[in-house]
T-cell receptor, first 112, second 115 residues
Framework: DTAVSQTPKYLVTQMGNDKSIKCEQNLGHDTMYWYKQDSKKFLKIMFSYNNKELIINETVPNRFSPKSPDKAHLNLHINSLELGDSAVYFC???????????FGPGTRLTVT | AQTVTQSQPEMSVQEAETVTLSCTYDTSESDYYLFWYKQPPSRQMILVIRQEAYKQQNATENRFSVNFQKAAKSFSLKISDSQLGDAAMYFCAYRSAAGTYKYIFGTGTRLKVLA
C-alpha cells in the first residue's frame, strides 16, 4: 500500500524527445507537488496543485506542463527534452494547510 | 522571500556519538513549520522531525531532537547515539502556514557515520 508512487523510477531518453512521469497518492491529500533535484542535491519546487487547481508555478520552462486529472494524480509532461533536464524528479503530497509532505520514490531522468 | 541556509555541506560523526546539524532561515512570517528530512542513498525523502513555530517546546523523536530558536531563526538537528543507518543527506525545510503553503528546502548536509 504505497502512499505516493511514481512511474517510471528510471527514464533514459534522447534530446528532443517528449516524456511523461506519472504520480499517484492514496493518502487522501488535496495538494500535490513536483520537485526537481539536481546533481548537487538541490531540491526546488516546480509546481503545486490543490484540488486540481494550479497554486504554485515557479519559473520553469514552458516545456514542462503538469496535469492533474483528479486530486489523487499529478502528471508531468516534458517536451523537447534537453541535457539540462537530467535530474531526479520527486512528486509529493500533503493537505494544503497540513504539515509535512509525503514524497514519492523519485524518477531519475537521464537525457543523452 | 523566505530562505533556508544549511552552512555545513558535509559532517562526520563516530558511531554512537552525537552530532548537530545546523539550519538557519529567514522569514517575516510569525507562523510557519520547520522540518528535517533525511534522504538516504535509496533517494527516498523521509521526514525525521517537525516543529511548529508557535510551540516553544523543542520537538523530539527518539534519538532525534531539535534546538529551535525562533528569535535567532535557527533550527538545528541533534542526532544522539549515531548509527550507521543515519548516514544520509539531511535537508532542513520551511513551510509557510498561510498563502500557498510553499515549502523551501535548504541545500542539504551530507552526514557520514564512521564505524
Amino acid at each position: 500500500d504505497t502512499a505516493v508512487s511514481q512511474t517510471p523510477k528510471y527514464l533514459v531518453t534522447q534530446m528532443g524527445n517528449d516524456k511523461s512521469i506519472k504520480c499517484e497518492q492514496n493518502l487522501g491529500h488535496d495538494t500535490m507537488y513536483w520537485y526537481k533535484q539536481d546533481s548537487k542535491k538541490f531540491l526546488k519546487i516546480m509546481f503545486s496543485y490543490n484540488n486540481k487547481e494550479l497554486i504554485i508555478n515557479e519559473t520553469v520552462p514552458n516545456r514542462f506542463s503538469p496535469k492533474s486529472p483528479d486530486k489523487a494524480h499529478l502528471n508531468l509532461h516534458i517536451n523537447s527534452l534537453e541535457l539540462g533536464d537530467s535530474a531526479v524528479y520527486f512528486c509529493a503530497s500533503s493537505y494544503l494547510a497540513g504539515e509535512e509532505q509525503y514524497f514519492g520514490p523519485g524518477t531519475r531522468l537521464t537525457v543523452t | 522571500a523566505q530562505t533556508v541556509t544549511q552552512s555545513q555541506p558535509e559532517m562526520s560523526v563516530q558511531e554512537a556519538e552525537t552530532v548537530t546539524l545546523s539550519c538557519t532561515y529567514d522569514t517575516s512570517e510569525s507562523d510557519y513549520y520547520l522540518f528535517w528530512y533525511k534522504q538516504p542513498p535509496s533517494r527516498q525523502m523521509i521526514l525525521v522531525i517537525r516543529q511548529e513555530a508557535y510551540k516553544q517546546q523543542n520537538a523530539t523523536e527518539n534519538r532525534f531532537s531539535v534546538n529551535f530558536q525562533k528569535a535567532a531563526k535557527s533550527f538545528s538537528l541533534k542526532i544522539s547515539d549515531s548509527q550507521l543507518g543515519d548516514a544520509a543527506m539531511y535537508f532542513c525545510a520551511y513551510r509557510s502556514a498561510a498563502g500557498t503553503y510553499k515549502y523551501i528546502f535548504g541545500t542539504g548536509t551530507r552526514l557520514k557515520v564512521l564505524a
